[in-house]
């Protein structure tokens, strides 16, 4: 069923008594030409499970359905069902839960609903929630360690924070996070048209392909992320001073320490690369 025309998804809604819910950021893509390319760029193929996180009225799940052996589909809106399951019925190797994206163990929800007694090789594709898109990648990237990767669409101003450079405004902890964890690629800008209702922002399609290692070493994972969080959090203070209250020492010991780094005590932490900060982090832990 053409859930991609507008016309379509909106009669369907209306014969299930279905409004699209903000809360749930339920912008529904009606673009076909955009769906068709996200699913062929998803790199989704016979021989691969696709998780799909929030479904919605499956426009996006019938084309993964039709390329992926089999795809898991996880939606919090439980009255999407009935829909869901009339638009999904010509495909048999789709599965779908209602539960929050968040609560979910992904990777066993995947080997349980195929009745696999492995975690299979698998990607995610998806146009998530907006309004949960960080703790999403967080998730998919410290959480799901069998995943190959994802395709996100996000709002555009998210994606431009990820793919950022050192000095930028829009580069801090996401982006440092991001490219901790995954090579990160810029596949497709969506205006804001391409949806019902259409949202007050435009978006882009990222693709994350997680790294076998994470992309530096570091002493202490924990201290490292919570290092970045601090620093990211008091953006206009100088590093000189965001090392010396997180570690708890002086500043002329703080200094020393940065000057045998290289790093100029007075730089923020949106100039320093991901190899600074790891260094950095590791030097203070000695
Ligand atoms: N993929 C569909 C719908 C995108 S809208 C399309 O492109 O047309 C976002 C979807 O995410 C909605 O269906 C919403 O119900 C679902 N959603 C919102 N929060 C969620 C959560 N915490 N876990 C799983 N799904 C969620």
Same mark, same amino acid.
């Given at each position: 069923?053409?859930?991609?025309?507008?016309?379509?998804?909106?009669?369907?809604?209306?014969?299930?008594?279905?409004?699209?819910?903000?809360?749930?950021?339920?912008? /529904? =893509?009606?673009? !076909?030409?955009?769906?068709?390319?996200?699913?062929?760029?998803?790199?989704a193929h016979t021989g691969l499970y696709t998780v799909e996180?929030?479904?919605?009225?499956?426009?996006?799940t019938?084309?993964l359905a039709?390329q992926s052996r089999g795809v898991l589909a996880i939606?919090?809106?439980? &009255?999407?069902?009935?829909?869901?399951?009339?638009?999904l019925?010509?495909y048999t190797n789709v599965r779908l839960v209602?539960?929050?994206?968040?609560?979910v163990d992904v990777e066993q929800e995947l080997a349980r609903q195929f009745q696999l007694d492995h975690i299979p090789e698998y990607i995610v594709?998806?146009?998530?929630?907006?309004?949960?898109?960080?703790?999403?990648? /967080?998730? =998919?990237?410290?959480?799901c360690?069998h995943m190959q990767?994802?395709?996100?669409?996000?709002?555009?101003?998210?994606?431009?924070?990820?793919?950022?450079?050192?000095?930028?405004?829009?580069?801090?902890?996401?982006?440092?996070?991001?490219?901790?964890?995954?090579?990160?690629?810029?596949?497709?800008?969506?205006?804001? !048209?391409?949806?019902?209702?259409?949202?007050?922002?435009?978006?882009?399609?990222?693709? /994350?392909?997680?790294?076998? @290692?994470?992309?530096?070493?570091?002493?202490?994972?924990?201290?490292?992320?919570?290092?970045?969080? &601090?620093?990211? @959090?008091?953006?206009?203070? &100088?590093?000189?001073?965001?090392?010396?209250?997180?570690?708890?020492?002086?500043?002329?010991?703080? @200094?020393?320490?940065?000057?045998?780094?290289?790093?100029?005590? !007075?730089?923020?932490?949106?100039?320093?690369?991901?190899?600074?900060?790891?260094?950095?982090?590791?030097?203070?832990?000695?």
């Amino acid at each position: 069923m053409q859930t991609s025309s507008p016309a379509v998804l909106r009669s369907l809604m209306e014969q299930y008594g279905i409004y699209p819910k903000k809360r749930w950021g339920q912008n /529904f =893509l009606v673009d !076909n030409n955009i769906l068709q390319r996200i699913s062929e760029l998803s790199g989704a193929h016979t021989g691969l499970y696709t998780v799909e996180i929030g479904p919605g009225m499956g426009a996006l799940t019938q084309l993964l359905a039709q390329q992926s052996r089999g795809v898991l589909a996880i939606d919090i809106d439980e &009255t999407l069902q009935a829909p869901l399951e009339e638009v999904l019925a010509p495909y048999t190797n789709v599965r779908l839960v209602f539960a929050d994206i968040l609560k979910v163990d992904v990777e066993q929800e995947l080997a349980r609903q195929f009745q696999l007694d492995h975690i299979p090789e698998y990607i995610v594709c998806a146009n998530i929630p907006y309004n949960i898109t960080t703790p999403i990648i /967080f998730y =998919l990237l410290e959480k799901c360690p069998h995943m190959q990767g994802a395709t996100l669409m996000m709002q555009k101003e998210v994606a431009q924070r990820i793919i950022a450079g050192p000095g930028s405004k829009d580069y801090g902890l996401l982006t440092l996070m991001t490219s901790y964890y995954a090579d990160t690629r810029w596949l497709l800008t969506v205006s804001r !048209n391409c949806f019902y209702p259409r949202p007050e922002v435009d978006s882009a399609v990222l693709q /994350f392909t997680p790294l076998p @290692q994470p992309r530096v070493q570091v002493k202490d994972e924990e201290v490292f992320k919570a290092f970045l969080r &601090t620093a990211f @959090q008091q953006r206009r203070k &100088t590093i000189l001073n965001s090392c010396a209250s997180f570690f708890d020492i002086s500043k002329d010991e703080a @200094q020393a320490k940065l000057e045998q780094l290289g790093i100029k005590p !007075n730089q923020r932490p949106e100039e320093l690369s991901l190899e600074e900060m790891a260094s950095l982090v590791d030097r203070f832990l000695d």
